[in-house]
């Protein structure tokens, strides 16, 4: 049974009509006005036997009120011509007709066309439902894949973070950081152009592959300090080359991975300083990618509020007049501006008692 809209001002038509189509959920307008106010009450109409000689609103202008809203666009549309109407048979298909039936009616052709198109916009309806189900399928199947992915990085930071304490939680905080920051810039002017949704999460989710290559350095290397000597901190800042080359290998098979390139982006850039002053090329300015960026001013604040030894740990306030004076120098100024605005999230982020990685006490 279908939800048909019977339109006209005929009467006798309108009851010749009604008395063919018995078995179905029958609704019944004079003209297109009624057909309208008909249409907006009655959601899920099937289809429509729509007469184009009315008084008040002649069916080319339902037709037209119908193509404005998309809501109608589901409901199918026979229209009704007499012989001699072929110019208007033409208009009213062009404005989203399917078929029309001529004046007088003939019950077993009216009776067929309404048939065929009933079953057309059953099969129609039927495909839509089933790529609803792929769709639906493929999404949750996604969703596993990067849950999976996900759970996977967050697995094999925890491991450098047994053997680094020094990073303790440093992942999952520069995660939620890197958001808080990204989501921000991306209403300032000078980013909201580079930072869409898509590449914010990407940049949150590679985050905490940026310091892998540390897996690859010796106890000496890998716990610098002021003691440590100078053959030792050299080999430590490999450990950008090495994350690099862990992944490079990757990146050569799928050159279009955008999560693979971005990775490889953070962890080749996160120590570049905005005046060419860091490692491992020199870059300066813009031509450090702005991931890289990003995350050197995260990584920086993290590292200064969070140490594994409590007692270097400097306040939040320190934190930020630390990155305020090196703005220009190891951060992008126009980063640290957005940065300001949004430290007291930082501060509830690595401090706060509801906060998932909260720096230990």
């Known amino acids: 049974m279908a939800r048909i809209l019977i339109v006209d001002d005929s009467k006798t038509d309108m009851i010749f009509i009604s008395s063919m189509l018995e078995e179905h959920e029958l609704f019944r307008a004079q003209d297109g006005i009624e057909a309208m106010e008909?249409?907006?009450?009655?959601?899920?109409?099937?289809?429509?036997?729509?007469?184009?000689?009315?008084?008040?609103?002649?069916?080319?202008d339902v037709l037209l009120a119908m193509q404005q809203h998309p809501k109608y666009a589901t409901v199918t549309t026979i229209i009704l011509t007499n012989l001699e109407e072929v110019e208007n048979e033409v208009k009213g298909l062009m404005l989203g007709a399917v078929d029309y039936i001529r004046k007088p009616l003939n019950i077993d052709a009216l009776k067929?066309?309404?048939e065929v198109h009933l079953n057309v916009r059953n099969v129609r309806k039927n495909v839509e439902k089933h790529n609803q189900i792929l769709e639906q399928m493929v999404m949750d199947r996604t969703r596993e894949l990067m849950n999976t992915r996900d759970m996977t990085i967050r697995a094999f930071t925890r491991l450098l973070e047994f053997r680094h304490a020094e990073t303790a939680n440093h992942s999952g905080r520069i995660q939620e950081l890197m958001g808080v920051l990204c989501r921000q810039m991306a209403v300032a002017p000078a980013f909201s152009t580079q930072l869409d949704p898509v590449r914010i999460m990407t940049l949150c989710q590679t985050a905490p592959l940026h310091d892998i290559g540390k897996a690859g350095l010796t106890d000496e290397a890998l716990f610098v300090s002021e003691t440590t000597s100078e053959k030792a901190v050299m080999t430590h800042q490999k450990h950008v080359t090495f994350g690099v080359e862990a992944l490079r290998e990757y990146l050569e098979k799928a050159e279009d991975n955008a999560f693979l390139k971005t990775a490889v982006e953070l962890i080749e850039t996160h120590h570049?300083?905005?005046?060419?002053?860091?490692?491992?090329?020199?870059?300066?300015?813009?031509?450090?990618?702005?991931?890289?960026r990003i995350l050197a001013l995260v990584d920086a604040y993290d590292t200064a509020v969070c140490p594994a030894d409590r007692e270097k740990a400097i306040t939040h306030e320190a934190a930020v007049a630390l990155i305020?004076?090196?703005?220009?120098?190891?951060?992008?100024?126009?980063i640290v501006t957005v940065f300001e605005t949004v430290a007291e999230d930082f501060r509830k982020l690595t401090h706060g008692t509801e906060a998932r990685f909260a720096c230990r006490g």
Do not use: T, V
Not at 272 to 288: F, K, M, R, T, V
Not at 325 to 332: N, P, Q, T
């Open 38 to 60: 008909m249409l907006d009450r009655q959601s899920g109409i099937d289809l429509m036997i729509l007469d184009l000689n009315m008084p008040r609103m002649n069916g080319f």
């Open 112 to 114: 067929k066309r309404i």
């Open 272 to 292: 570049e300083h905005y005046d060419g002053s860091g490692y491992p090329s020199g870059l300066a300015g813009e031509a450090i990618p702005l991931g890289g």
């Open 324 to 334: 305020q004076s090196e703005s220009g120098r190891k951060f992008d100024p126009a």
